[in-house]
């Protein structure tokens, strides 16, 4: 059974920063390409930011771009978006999916498996 879990959630200032994790389970990690999606209230899931498989290329979401980095560790099975300079915008649940696409998608269907979310609220 393939299980991506989130952690790191919360509530932070506007321009606070924030670390959330997702660590995967019951797949060969290092085959997968990971991303970040998110989705605030009423409005439709979207892309942040994703990784290739060893992590050597990453690409982001222009509204992040420049605040936000993701990172994996192959050792450990887990993905992190380290979120900088926060805005409430970025307020949302923050989700992590994994492909065995190689490359970065940043279309929601090309992705095999979600985690069930972490809740990031940043406050004005």
């Known amino acids: 059974q393939v299980l991506l879990v989130e952690s790191g959630g919360g509530l932070v200032q506007a321009g606070g920063s924030l670390r959330i994790s997702c660590a995967a389970s019951?797949?060969?990690?290092?085959?997968?390409?990971m991303a970040w999606f998110r989705q605030a209230p009423g409005k439709e899931r979207e892309f942040v930011a994703g990784s290739t498989l060893g992590g050597e290329i990453t690409y982001y979401a222009d509204s992040v771009k420049g605040r936000f980095t993701i990172s994996r560790d192959n050792a450990q099975n887990t993905v992190y978006l380290q979120m900088d300079s926060l805005k409430p915008e970025d307020t949302a649940v923050y989700y992590c999916?994994?492909?065995?696409?190689?490359?970065?998608?940043?279309?929601?269907?090309?992705?095999?498996?979600w985690g069930q979310g972490t809740q990031v609220t940043v406050s004005s």
């Open positions: 019951g797949l060969t990690f290092r085959n997968y390409a």
């Open positions: 999916a994994a492909t065995l696409i190689p490359g970065v998608s940043t279309t929601e269907r090309r992705y095999d498996y």
